[in-house]
Structure formats: C-alpha cells, structure tokens
C-alpha cells in the first residue's frame, strides 16, 4: 500500500480467499483493504492516538439521507451530548482533491450541522471550521485536539 502523510500506526491484518482485508477498531472487525480504505484507517489513528478522540465518539461509514438520496459518510466524530463535531471524507491517495470534493462534504454538512470539516487523500489534508451565521467556512491548518 501507498505511504501517506500520516504517521506509522501499527494495523491488524487478514487474508482471506486471496483478499487482504484491515482490522478497523471502531467498527470491530475486518474490512476489505482498498486504497480507499487505507486512507480511512490511518485517519482513525490518527484521530485517536494524535488528537486523543475517544473511540466511543467515533463513528465509521454510516448511512445518511441527503436531500432524499442514501449517502454514505466516512467518518463523524461526535460532540458528547450527541451533536456533530467532525466530519471527515476520505478519498484514495489517487483521488485529486478538487471542488467536487469540498462539495461532496458540503451537502453532506447540510444534513449533519458539524462544526469541523475534514478532507483527506492520505498526502493532502484539508481542514475547515464552519460559521453558519456568515454562511461560510475558514480553512485551519490543523483539526483542535480532543479538549
């Protein structure tokens, strides 16, 4: 797998019918290793050993409605009386991150109010703080530790 701009975790693995598949610690079991999924990973760690989010406030790839569409999310950390704090969109290390992207995490944000977004490939991340009231949003250099 690619090298990404994150430091070395230590990841459980499985191979299973010539598939390769990655242990995920917030959904408890093990997932299909694509690139895709490497980047979310990483993030998970990141998440949790870097920035020190709990575990229990991290959720991974749920369904959501987003003007009448199922939608998928990739990861949403939670504020702990249930509000939204982050939502993170992971793409493959191949995956350009062009407006499409920011717009993707946008109209997912319509339906979810997060105070943070964040966007990654695995190389490039992309931080963002959300201001409802000017109806816009201010690019960060980093994502605030777990306080």
Not at 5 to 17: G, H, I, L, T, V
Not at 61 to 68: A, F, G, H, Q, R
């Amino acid at each position: 797998m690619q090298n990404l701009n994150f430091p070395a975790y230590q990841f459980r693995f499985k191979n299973s019918e010539n598939k390769v598949s990655i242990f995920d610690r917030i959904r408890k079991k093990f997932i299909i290793l694509t690139p895709e999924e490497w980047v979310r990973q990483h993030t998970v760690h990141y998440l949790i050993e870097e920035k020190k989010y709990p575990e229990s406030l991290i959720n991974v790839e749920k369904l959501i409605k987003v003007n009448d569409l199922n939608k998928r999310y990739d990861i949403i950390i939670f504020n702990p009386d249930g509000s939204i704090y982050l939502i993170i969109e992971c793409k493959s290390h191949s995956v350009k991150i062009t407006q499409e992207v920011f717009d993707q995490i946008a109209r997912y944000n319509l339906a979810l109010n997060s105070e943070y977004l964040m966007i990654t490939n695995g190389l490039d991340h992309y931080y963002c703080q959300m201001n409802y009231q000017e109806k816009q949003y201010t690019f960060l250099k980093d994502i605030p530790d777990y306080k």
